[in-house]
């Protein structure tokens, strides 16, 4: 990527002041020169590259929205544009369900440190979000986004306590098998972690524990080989129908906005399956059944967002 970086900064600012640019993107060449696609999220890498490039002082992206939103105005009606974040909050809100900016888009500006906008085409007006590397959350939850029909696999140690190279074997396997986890818990005997998969591939696998004779039942080839994999070290058990809540938040405040949370979750009477604070510093993650998702996100959405929580704020 960074060969082509002087061309195009000389291409670019050859276009006269009085002249407006039209670059088409999305369309690049593999490696072989042949014509194809950049992906999902294409034009906006295009136009991120192209900003980053030339030295620009902001890379726009134009939506149908008012920006990065504190919540899925589908779920929550109440969801506020939030003016602000950091490259590494936008990114975590991307990958843990929020669609409004592809984390690969924004890598050319990460790199030269150059602020992405995300706008509105419907409403010009509206200032966005500004996406910058120097920031600092203002108040202790910057967003919250979910990933819907997600599954937990948990995965415990037959061996004895203490023995080592059980996590390594665990790790390997779901690399060999070429599974991506979403969310990882951990001890020195057992493993939790969830897989973004559609539940309709694992329509033939009951919930329960699972051993290398059900490896057959299991119609994903990944998870069916993890499981012949493991079966000789390990008690598996799958459960399908999940849903990932993640809330943007300062880490500095994470006993705070989590005692509210549980609070929440409490007067809901919803059980957390799982949870985890990323390496990010900037997310927290619960696992929650795939039913309650919508009340959650909204109870906790009135809670950081609305001054309307349903239990005294921490």
Known sequence: MDDCWPTL???????????VGVITGFIGKDKDGAITTLGRGGSDLTASLLGAAAGFDEVQVW??????????????????????VSYQEAAEL???GAKVLHPVAMQPAVKTATPVRVKNSYNPEAEGTLITADWTQK??????????DIVVVDIESTRM??????????FESFKRNKLSVDVVATSEVS??????????ILSKVQEGPINQQWAENVQDTGLRGVIEDLSDISNIDIRSGRSIVTL?????????????????LDALGVQVEMLSQGASKVNISLVVPGNKEKAV??????????????????
Request: charged share 20%.
């Open 161 to 170: 306590l203490g023995s080592y190279g059980f996590l390594s074997s665990v």
């Open 63 to 84: 939506k149908d929205v008012d920006g990065i939103l504190s919540a899925d105005p589908r779920v929550c009606a109440q969801a506020v544009p939030v003016p602000r």
């Open 139 to 148: 108040g202790k939850v910057s967003a919250i986004t979910s990933k819907s």
């Open 297 to 314: 996100i909204q109870a906790l959405h009135s809670c950081f967002f609305e001054d309307q929580c349903m239990v005294p704020m921490s």
């Open 9 to 19: 900064d000389k291409k670019i600012n050859e276009i006269p002041d009085d002249t």
């Open 94 to 96: 991307a990958y843990f």
């Open 248 to 264: 943007i938040a300062d880490v500095k405040a994470s006993s705070s906005v989590l005692a509210t949370v549980f609070e929440v």
């Open 191 to 200: 493993v939790s972690l969830t897989l973004n998969k559609n539940v309709e």
